[in-house]
C-alpha cells in the first residue's frame, strides 16, 4: 500500500475527527499533498491543497473548519476536521504527486459519517 488513509468514522454533528494520510517511503520526492472527498452519488472534489512549501488552500465549504496539515520528515499529511456537518460525510482520499516522477497516488479511503 503506497499511501494508508486513517482517522475516520462516525460522529455527531458539531463534533470533530482527524485524518492521517501515511506515504510509502517508495514514493520518491513528495511535493503536493491533498485531501479530496467523495460523496454518494457525487464525483470527487478536492477538499483541501497542502504543498511541500507549506501553502493551504481549502474548498469554500470547509473553510474555517478544516485544516490540512504535513509533516515532511514523517511523509504525514492530516487533516483536522471540526464542526462537522452531515454533509461532510464522504469517503475520504489521500493524494500526493511526486515531483520526481510527476505522477499522482491516491489512498484507499477513509469513510466519515456525520450522523446523530
Known amino acids: 500500500v503506497q499511501l494508508q488513509a486513517s482517522g475516520g468514522g462516525l460522529v455527531q454533528p458539531g463534533g470533530s475527527l482527524r485524518l492521517s494520510c501515511v506515504v510509502s517511503e517508495y514514493i520518491f520526492g513528495v511535493g503536493d499533498m491533498d485531501w479530496y472527498r467523495q460523496a454518494p452519488g457525487e464525483q470527487r472534489e478536492l477538499v483541501a491543497h497542502?504543498?511541500?512549501?507549506?501553502?493551504?488552500n481549502y474548498a469554500d465549504s470547509v473553510k474555517g473548519r478544516f485544516t490540512i496539515s504535513r509533516d515532511n520528515a514523517k511523509n504525514t499529511a492530516y487533516l483536522q476536521m471540526s464542526s462537522l456537518k452531515p454533509e461532510d460525510t464522504a469517503v475520504y482520499y489521500c493524494?500526493?504527486?511526486?515531483?520526481?516522477?510527476?505522477?499522482?497516488?491516491w489512498g484507499q479511503g477513509t469513510l466519515v459519517t456525520v450522523s446523530s
Open positions: 497542502s504543498t511541500r512549501g507549506g501553502n493551504t
Open positions: 493524494n500526493v504527486r511526486s515531483v520526481v516522477t510527476g505522477l499522482d497516488y
